[in-house]
């Protein structure tokens, strides 16, 4: 009886050992192929617990945005005879993609998704959620891909203020710095600052953060600007990838008419 | 029927693993009340769907759940079976799991989780009583 119950536990033993050898390659395509199939209870029922959590509150939030969103948009519309070039409204596909993983060795700034090079998936691919820029695509393989995320030290991009118009650069650096603000800039806290469209990366006007703090520093000409991501990547299970190019939508003047 | 039940409780409660360390209270039950070799055979794939969940660390939780459950299997005819003996191995037993994995994986230990799982062991240990066995506690 107790010979058979060792000739258990060494093989179980041997069993769990046999990953740990792995490469981190192999170990997430043989996981990834594993748990689709394995995990598919617990995919569905998360998925429901996720679409239960979005709770009363996250909605009439999320339609005061709407409606506010509505408003802001008609008024723009009216402004649209002014000018002389045509309005074309752009509308991106978006690949809903699940968190599979996290990088150990930092937990914020890698995240494994479910989606590869099958989903068509390419490297500096934009990722976002409803709150705002995730990161990019860093890596791809066949079943799974990494993202480099904005809390990932030394991650930068082009960033805009929307209610002055200053570019900037947006950089991680333990917390993340929206750089070249000049002293004399009016930026406050609470501002928002957005993806500029400057980079060939990321489209313009995904919301990035919130000015939380402003600085002067022993700096001549410039100030330092501390903002809040949007996004918190360590709440994320699921996000969205920006698929393709955006499709053109030519608005009709009877629209605006309206 | 009633592994199977263990089974199934096992998927229905792995997706709340992340607030509630559930599947470690379950495994515990099991421990105390199963057939040793399938107490170790439930360790085993408890370990392996965790790792599932966290592809990059495939085979830490494997090996530490069956080596862990297997140390237990062995200490628990030492232990007086109590209500203090019983809430004081199984924190033992948890907390040692969790620096076991940490110190591999070398990522954070997050307090708000353990201390949940500590709070809700024991309503959880007699619903798993409850709903096996028909009683609230055996001792």
């Known amino acids: 009886m107790f010979r058979r119950h060792l000739i258990v536990f060494s093989v179980l033993v041997a069993l769990a050992i046999l990953p740990l050898l792995l490469q981190e390659q192999t170990k997430l395509v043989v996981s990834t192929k594993l748990s689709s199939v394995l995990l598919y209870p617990m995919t569905v029922m998360s998925e429901l617990v996720e679409f239960l959590s979005v709770s009363r509150a996250r909605i009439e939030e999320l339609e005061t945005m709407n409606s506010r969103l509505r408003l802001e948009n008609a008024a723009l519309r009216e402004r649209i005879p002014q000018d002389t070039t045509p309005f074309r409204e752009k509308k991106f596909k978006l690949l809903k993609a699940r968190v599979v993983g996290r990088d150990p060795s930092n937990i914020n700034g890698y995240l494994y998704i479910d989606k590869g090079s099958k989903d068509k998936l390419y490297l500096n691919q934009p990722v976002i959620t409803i709150d705002g820029l995730v990161g990019k695509v860093a890596f791809v393989d066949t079943y799974y891909s990494i993202i480099e995320t904005l809390e990932n030290a030394g991650f930068a991009i082009s960033g805009l203020h929307l209610k002055t118009g200053i570019h900037g650069i947006v950089k991680q650096r333990g917390s993340l710095h929206f750089d070249y603000v000049r002293i004399h800039d009016e930026i406050t806290t609470g501002d928002s600052i957005h993806t500029s469209g400057m980079s060939e990366i990321f489209p313009k006007g995904i919301l990035i953060g919130t000015v939380h703090g402003v600085q002067q520093i022993e700096d001549l000409f410039f100030k330092a600007v501390y903002l809040t991501p949007s996004v918190r990547v360590n709440r994320l299970t699921s996000v969205y990838l920006i698929v393709g190019e955006p499709t053109v939508k030519k608005l009709e003047l009877r629209e605006v008419s309206r | ?139």
């Open chain 2, 1 to 139: 029927m009633r592994y199977f039940i263990y089974f199934v409780l096992l998927y229905i409660l792995l997706p709340f693993n992340v607030t509630i360390d559930v599947t470690i209270i379950l495994l515990f039950f099991i421990i105390f009340n199963e057939n040793e070799r399938f107490a170790l055979i439930f360790a085993f794939i408890s370990g392996f769907l965790i790792d599932l969940y966290n592809p990059g660390r495939l085979g830490v939780n494997m090996l530490v759940y069956t080596l862990l459950c297997q140390s237990l299997l062995y200490l628990k005819k030492y232990i007086l079976r109590s209500l203090l003996t019983t809430f004081l191995t199984f924190i033992i037993f948890y907390l040692t799991k969790n620096i076991v994995v940490h110190i591999i994986l070398g990522s954070p230990l997050s307090s708000a989780p353990i201390a949940l799982t500590i709070i809700t062991f024991f309503p959880i240990f007699w619903l798993l009583h409850r709903l096996v066995y028909g009683v609230w506690m055996k001792t």
